[in-house]
C-alpha cells in the first residue's frame, strides 16, 4: 500500500513513518500533501512535499491510502477529512506500532502517536487524533474527529463526543461524558458533565462560554 501523509510539519512523523516500516515493510509512505503552496515542491526530511489536497482525486486508487495529520484544530481536521473522502481519497490509519491494541474497537483515519495507552474496552471513532503520553482508560468512547493532546489522562467509563479538543495535561474524571465539539482546556480537571459545544477550563473545570461550530457531529462520511 502507498500513504500520502497530509500536513509536512512535524518531524515526529518521519519518526513514527521509521517505526511503521520496520514492523510492516509493505507499506510504502510515498510522500506529503500540504495546502500551503511554499511547500509545494520541497523536501520534508527525505519526504516529496506534492502539493494540496487538490492532488487527492489523481492520486487515489485501491492500492492508496491517506492520513491527516492536522491536529491543532478539530475543526480543520474534520473539514479537510470530509474533503480528502469527497475527492475520492481513502483514510487509513497511522498508530505508532508499540500501542497494544487489544480488546479495542478502532474506526478509520485514526493517527495515534507513541506512548499513548488506550486501555480494555474502549471505542475510538473515526478521524480521531491522540498524542503522546495520553491515557484513555477502560471502556471509555471516544467520537468521531476528536483531538486529545499529550499527557492528558481520559478516566474510565468516559464519553468523549464527537469533535472535541482535549489540551495538554487536561484530567478527566471517570464516568464523564464530554458533548459534541467541546473545547477541554490545558490543565484543566473535568469532574462533571460538559455540554456539546461548551468550552470548560480551570480545576474543577466549568464552561465559561460555547464553541460557535456550524456541525452536529463529526462523521466524515
Not at 144 to 168: L, M, P, R, Y
Amino acid at each position: 500500500m502507498k500513504i500520502y501523509l497530509l500536513g509536512a510539519a512535524n518531524p515526529e512523523t518521519v519518526r513514527m513513518i521509521r517505526a511503521v516500516q520496520r514492523s510492516a515493510p509493505n507499506v510504502e509512505f510515498s510522500g506529503f500533501l500540504d495546502n500551503d503552496p511554499k511547500k509545494k515542491n520541497t523536501n520534508f526530511y527525505g519526504f516529496p512535499v506534492l502539493g494540496g489536497l487538490d492532488l487527492v482525486h489523481e492520486l487515489s486508487n485501491t492500492d492508496v491510502g491517506f492520513v491527516n495529520l492536522i491536529t491543532g484544530n478539530t475543526k480543520t481536521r474534520y473539514e479537510t477529512s470530509r474533503e480528502i473522502v469527497a475527492s475520492g481519497g481513502r483514510l487509513v490509519n497511522f498508530i505508532h506500532p508499540s500501542i497494544d491494541l487489544t480488546m479495542t474497537k478502532l474506526g478509520i483515519g485514526l493517527y495515534l502517536q507513541e506512548a499513548v495507552v488506550v486501555q480494555a474496552g474502549v471505542e475510538i471513532g473515526d478521524n480521531t487524533s491522540i498524542h503522546m503520553g495520553a491515557l484513555v482508560g477502560h471502556e471509555t468512547r471516544v467520537g468521531n474527529s476528536v483531538f486529545i493532546a499529550h499527557a492528558v489522562s481520559v478516566s474510565g467509563c468516559c464519553n468523549i463526543g464527537d469533535g472535541t479538543f482535549i489540551g495538554t495535561n487536561a484530567t478527566i474524571l471517570p464516568r464523564i461524558k464530554i458533548g459534541n465539539w467541546a473545547t477541554i482546556g490545558a490543565g484543566a480537571v473535568i469532574k462533571k458533565d460538559v455540554p456539546d459545544y461548551g468550552i470548560a477550563v480551570g480545576n474543577p473545570g466549568r464552561v465559561i462560554k460555547f464553541n460557535e461550530i456550524p456541525f452536529s457531529d463529526g462523521k466524515i462520511s
